[in-house]
Structure formats: structure tokens, C-alpha cells
């Protein structure tokens, strides 16, 4: 394997991860608020609507992050290997 296809694999397997530990992030984050806010709804259709608004949220925003690594999959070697190629030249290599 080149340096170049180390390199790039590298710096995707790093954004793969970065991604994902958002998307986690994110599920904890709306679970702890509707937990934490759980007691402030006046009824229990306001929670029904907070809980259902909280799922969209977290559907949509998992389903986006999938769309943005799939893409990234796919032209990985163009992307990552134009960041690299401008990175070694902001070094001067």
C-alpha cells in the first residue's frame, strides 16, 4: 500500500470516527433532555409531540450523517487526496 493510500485511509477512518461519535452524542444528548425536561411538559400530548419531534430530529440527523460517510466512501480517494496534496504543500513538502 502507497503512502498515499495510507494517508488517505487514515484521514477517513478519523472523520468516519469523528462522525460517528457525534451521532452518538447527539442520541445522548436529546435523551437527556427529554429526560431532564420531562416533568416541564403541561400535558401528556406535549410530551407526545416533544418525544415525537425529538425522534424526527435524531432520524433525520443519523440519516444525513449516513448520506455524508456513504459519500465519502465513495469518492474518498479524490477528496482526501486533494486535502493531502494541499496540506503538503501549506508544509512546503
Known amino acids: ?13 478519523r472523520d468516519v470516527m469523528v462522525a460517528w461519535t457525534f451521532v452518538i452524542g447527539l ?3 436529546i435523551i437527556f433532555v427529554a429526560l431532564a425536561t420531562w416533568n416541564l411538559a403541561p400535558s ?8 415525537c419531534a425529538g425522534a424526527v430530529v435524531l432520524l433525520f440527523n443519523t440519516a ?4 455524508m460517510l ?7 480517494d479524490f477528496m482526501y ?3 493531502i496534496k494541499f496540506l503538503d504543500e501549506a508544509r512546503g513538502k
Request: no cysteine.
Open 44 to 51: 401528556g400530548a406535549a410530551r407526545t409531540i416533544l418525544l
Open 70 to 76: 456513504r459519500h465519502y466512501r465513495e469518492d474518498r
Open 81 to 83: 487526496g486533494l486535502d
Open 1 to 13: 500500500m502507497s503512502d498515499l493510500s495510507q494517508r488517505i485511509e487514515a484521514m477517513h477512518k
Open 64 to 67: 444525513a450523517i449516513l448520506a
Open 27 to 29: 442520541w445522548f444528548a
